[in-house]
């Protein structure tokens, strides 16, 4: 038995607080299959808690995932998971990872329990601790009732959870979902979401979540790359994206005049009015009853004052225009 | 256990060492294959040839027991034919076990796409291969050189020391030509399920490559007037070691270096199929 190494204890410390390390850092990363450029020079720094990977149907998401988990050898430039490289210590890296693929991955003529506890053993967990965490893991799921079922006779949902169980029953630091809600009914999705978020604000893990239902990472990410055609269209903070929409006001005024625009740029924001709707950005310092002020000394009748947001799917579809 | 926790915990014991983590595919893969009764049952008629052989040796050593039964004691000599038989009755056995019990080994881990969940572990494709072979590896030992080794001690105490020493070769030979017919076997049986992901075609396959290649053989030297042909005829080429190795007076057109030299080709190329094949992913280029 060993206990685990120095890399394990490195990352737990980059989970507390800002991380000094970035989650996933890609400088140039290429990926080709034959003569075709699947990733094209791919560069960025992902430090969220849990991060979306977004983009239409061939843009590279799964191979980028792929790529970080040895799957796939880049021709050029590199990556590395937790500081990592994935060219040298691709080990280390992937016992950090848990990894739920988008496809079928089971072995039929298993029960989830043997199934689950033999994925835990094989990541390094003792026999008796696998296979005690295997309950835990399909119970946490959902799975508990029917942990003693062949794999083989689960519904689709049924087996999207066991994949996400075999994913974190040997507590990883790094849990990498692959469109986990792909062919999941409402009810299934729901309750899918609400446990990736109850795992990312357990703080325990990281997350990277691919995907290309919009919702589905706007609901579970603060963090998002969006992918098209091997590339990096448009990368967004979203909790960033979030504060700062507190800023952009939009209004429905009536009785207004030039003089409460000019009040209003008076105090520093810029406004934009056409008709009787009125957009503008809150400068520092001004809060919206500043603005209700203005209008009751102007006798101006505000029917309706919209914080504007730009939702992930505004987002996405000007990164697909760019 | 702690079944009753439903919250996420995180994990920072103590874990196995990496060196042993293919015994855990070793482990799960063995109790699959003797949940069949009929692979159980098939283990345990295995063991009938041997346990023959055992009262063949006794009887060998007992002149009186033969002389009442009015058998002369010269009929059963226990020498290296003696051997070269069990070998081949034992090999005959281990191929039908392997074309059981192989295919099933690997090809519903790629049917059922369950390969990214091995390979996004600490746990890499020839550590896969090693598990999955040394199931196949364990059990025809356990049906070849094993019982072999068994009986070959057990005569060696009979006959005395000096027979013993005398022919240790045996001994030798056994073992490697036991190691060299299951390493084949196994790599075919693993690449060709790994070829199709079908158990049962698999299985046929294998079947296929052992009785069909004699036949292709026989056919390519009646028309080629050569002896080359017997060189896609894996279990000739076997045959050919073996009666090398157990010195054996027996007409065969092939010696056993040329023939191991082909079997290790054959080998080399199931191993390319295999690590080719046993993928996370396979890329469409």
Request: glycine share 8%; aromatic share 10%; proline share 3%.
């Amino acid at each position: 038995m060993t206990q685990p190494g120095a890399p394990v204890s490195e990352s737990r410390n980059s989970l507390t607080g800002a991380p000094s390390v970035p989650l996933i850092e890609l400088n140039g990363l290429t990926v080709r299959f034959g003569d075709r450029d699947i990733l094209r020079g791919l560069t960025a720094s992902l430090r969220g808690r849990a991060i979306g990977l977004l983009g239409p149907n061939g843009a590279g998401k799964s191979t980028l995932i792929n790529t970080l988990l040895g799957f796939y050898k880049p021709v050029g430039g590199s990556a590395k998971v937790f500081g990592q490289d994935i060219g040298t210590n691709l080990r280390n890296i992937r016992s950090l990872v848990g990894y739920m693929p988008e496809n079928d991955a089971f072995i039929s003529k298993m029960n989830a329990v043997s199934f689950v506890r033999m994925m835990g053993e094989l990541s390094g967990l003792p026999s008796r601790v696998a296979l005690e965490r295997a309950h835990e893991a399909l119970f946490y799921v959902g799975l508990a009732e029917a942990r003693y079922r062949q794999l083989g006779t689960y519904s689709l949902g049924m087996k999207q959870l066991a994949k996400l169980a075999q994913a974190i029953v040997h507590g990883p630091k790094l849990l990498i979902l692959d469109e986990p809600t792909n062919g999941l009914d409402p009810s299934a999705r729901q309750r899918m979401v609400r446990m990736v978020r109850e795992i990312r604000d357990s703080r325990e893990m990281r997350i990277v979540l691919c995907s290309h239902l919009l919702r589905d990472v706007e609901d579970t990410c603060d963090e998002v790359l969006i992918l098209k055609q091997g590339q990096i269209a448009h990368y967004s903070d979203l909790d960033e994206e979030r504060r700062s929409n507190k800023r952009f006001v939009e209004l429905e005024i009536y009785g207004a005049n030039g003089d409460f625009t000019a009040a209003i740029e008076k105090l520093g924001c810029e406004c934009a009015v056409a008709a009787n709707r009125m957009k503008m950005v809150l400068a520092d310092g001004i809060e919206t009853r500043d603005i209700f002020r203005i209008a009751a000394e102007q006798q101006v009748r505000i029917r309706r004052l919209n914080f504007r947001r730009d939702t992930l799917e505004d987002i996405f579809l000007k990164a697909m225009e760019s | 256990m702690a079944v009753y926790r439903r919250n996420y915990r995180p994990y920072s014991g103590a874990q196995t060492a990496e060196w042993s983590r293919f015994l855990v595919l070793f482990r799960y893969s063995r109790r699959n294959l003797f949940r069949s009764k009929i692979q159980t049952g098939f283990f345990v008629l295995c063991f009938f040839y041997p346990i023959a052989c055992l009262v063949m040796i006794y009887l060998a050593h007992s002149a009186s027991f033969l002389a009442k039964l009015g058998v002369p004691s010269q009929l059963i000599s226990i020498d290296n034919m003696f051997f070269f038989r069990y070998m081949s009755v034992q090999g005959v056995l281990a191929f039908l076990m392997t074309a059981f019990a192989g295919p099933g080994l690997i090809s519903p881990d790629l049917a059922n796409g369950a390969l990214p969940l091995y390979f996004c572990r600490p746990f890499s494709r020839a550590e896969y291969v090693l598990g999955k072979s040394s199931v196949l590896g364990i059990l025809l030992s356990q049906i070849t050189w094993i019982p072999g080794l068994v009986l070959f001690t057990i005569q060696g105490s009979f006959a005395g020391a000096s027979w013993t020493w005398n022919n240790l070769w045996i001994a030798g030979s056994l073992v490697v030509a036991s190691l060299i017919w299951i390493a084949i076997l196994s790599l075919l049986a693993m690449a060709l399920s790994a070829w199709v992901k079908w158990r049962i075609v698999a299985g046929a396959l294998l079947l296929a490559v052992m009785f069909f290649g004699a036949g292709f053989a026989q056919a390519i030297n009646a028309v080629m007037h050569t002896d080359s042909g017997h060189f896609v005829d894996v279990a000739y080429l076997m045959a050919a070691v073996w009666i090398g190795l157990f010195k054996v007076d027996a007409e065969n057109s092939i010696t056993a270096f040329p023939a191991l030299i082909a079997l290790l080709v054959y080998c080399s190329f199931c191993l390319w199929l295999l690590m080719r094949k046993v993928r996370a992913y396979e890329v469409i280029r």
